[in-house]
């Protein structure tokens, strides 16, 4: 089991930028994939960014290409969202996950929340 700790949401200018950071507990970080999700009121929970276990790949939802990037550090039990061009529609909470094996993400922080006013 892990647990999941997001940090870093905050309010930012539309075109400012923001990182994000989840710190995981447990000495297994690096087995499992990790991904970042957002929840915009009165929206449904939707994919942001995923990484795999090593770090070597990622993929992304087509809104944030190339403005947002996910990285991890494992030694360090922490996933990271950096996010660029920041635009009021990403407005949301944040959460990170963790994917075991199976394929589900199975563990999931708490969220942090970013504000992009309009």
């Known amino acids: 089991q892990v647990q999941l700790v997001e940090s870093g949401g905050g309010l930012v200018q539309a075109g400012g930028s923001l990182r994000l950071s989840c710190a995981a507990s447990?000495?297994?970080?690096?087995?499992?994939?990790m991904g970042w999700f957002r929840q915009a009121p009165g929206k449904e929970r939707e994919f942001v960014a995923t990484?795999?276990?090593?770090?070597?790949?990622?993929n992304y939802a087509d809104s944030v290409k190339g403005r947002f990037t996910i990285s991890r550090d494992n030694p360090k039990n922490t996933v990271y969202l950096q996010m660029s061009s920041l635009k009021p529609e990403d407005t949301a909470v944040y959460y990170c996950a963790a994917r075991v094996p199976a394929g589900e993400y199975r563990y999931w922080g708490q969220g942090t929340q970013v504000t992009v006013p309009s």
């Open positions: 990484i795999s276990r090593s770090g070597g790949s990622t």
């Open positions: 447990g000495r297994t970080f690096s087995s499992y994939a």
